[in-house]
């Protein structure tokens, strides 16, 4: 079945103005036309998608789901446009990041600042979300390249070990784990509130299972979106924390909070760099591939990396000059 965007802006003016008559006028066509589309579509649909009411014209529950598809429609044909007429400025590539926060906190900034100095050409977008929805927004096409903490779960995709990482205990000033010398056990925290981040983000999942390899409950009082939340709610007395090690001491300069080494082999940690797993990467991925990672060895599925294994380079597409 084909649609027009005339039509279909007729439908999204109906909708917004409860009235025929102004719709039609606002997309500049005759009332006698713009009626005929209506009725058209809703033959073609096999459902009506406007009633008559007292104040006017209401769209059904099919005229409201088909509203809610043409601003969907808008939206993309609005930023397929932008980014089209980036082209004609000179940008010639665009990369589409997802990674997770901690990432985010601790090592990508500095990257993403170097790699757009030396290609000022491509336009990057960036997109905080966990290392779950990571993995699935590269895995379905939805950005280009992620960026998480192990492991890597998806087969879909081929990742290469980006930056080393560090876990650390946060804790409210005056808490009696505060009183113990040196490096706190994780098993130590499971007697308390614990402060985290929601389902789906690496440092949760870790949290969760290592709980349940000890037989114990992860008492996940408090999950947030944000580490700054984290920082607060740690700061009002809350419960335990568990952060990144470098954006922990951030944030203990400017909360109430303890940060503690966490003894765990674990707290180490390794941040992936991930594509979709195809035989020639894009041109503007090889790129932002090859300037994160140098001579790193390909990461399985499974989450291991064998350092016998060399990189994979996909045959390289040109971006012209």
């Known amino acids: 079945m084909r649609f027009d965007l005339i039509t279909l802006n007729l439908v999204l003016a109906i909708s917004e103005t409860r009235n025929l008559t102004r719709a039609a006028e606002r997309e500049h066509l005759a009332l006698a036309a713009a009626s005929k589309r209506l009725k058209d579509l809703e033959t073609r649909l096999g459902v009506q998608l406007f009633v008559r009411r007292a104040r006017g014209v209401e769209p059904t529950e099919a005229g ?74 590269v895995a379905d096409g939805r950005a280009d390249v992620g960026i998480f903490a192990q492991p890597l779960s998806d087969q879909r995709l081929r990742a290469w070990p980006y930056r080393d990482g560090q876990l650390a205990v946060i804790l ?55 580490f700054d939340a984290i920082a607060q709610l740690v700061d009002a007395g809350l419960g335990v924390a568990l952060l990144p090690a470098a954006v922990a001491e951030r944030f203990a300069r400017l909360f109430a909070i303890e940060v503690r080494p966490l003894l765990d082999a674990w ?47 996909a045959p390289r597409a040109t971006i012209p000059s």
């Open 267 to 313: 707290s180490q940690r390794t941040y992936l760099i991930a594509a979709r797993d195809q035989e020639v990467l894009p041109a503007v991925v090889q790129r932002f591939v090859d300037a994160l990672t140098r001579d790193v060895p390909l990461v399985s599925p499974t989450g291991g990396a064998s350092p016998t294994i060399p990189v994979p380079r």
């Open 64 to 137: 409201r789901a088909l509203v809610r598809h043409i601003r969907g429609l808008h939206a993309s044909l609005h930023a397929l446009e932008s980014e089209v007429v980036e082209f004609s400025r000179g940008i010639k590539g665009h990369l589409r990041i997802a990674a997770n926060a901690g990432a985010i906190a601790e090592c990508l900034p500095a990257d993403l600042a170097a790699f757009s100095r030396e290609h000022p050409q491509i336009r990057i977008s960036l997109e905080d979300l966990t290392s779950a929805e990571v993995q699935a927004a």
């Open 172 to 226: 409210p000033r005056g808490h009696a784990l505060a009183a113990e010398p040196g490096a706190l056990a994780f098993e130590s925290l499971l007697d308390y509130d614990i402060v985290g981040l929601h389902i789906g983000a690496s440092v949760h999942e870790l949290m969760l299972q290592r709980a349940l390899e000890r037989g114990r409950t992860l008492n996940a009082r408090l999950q947030v979106r944000g």
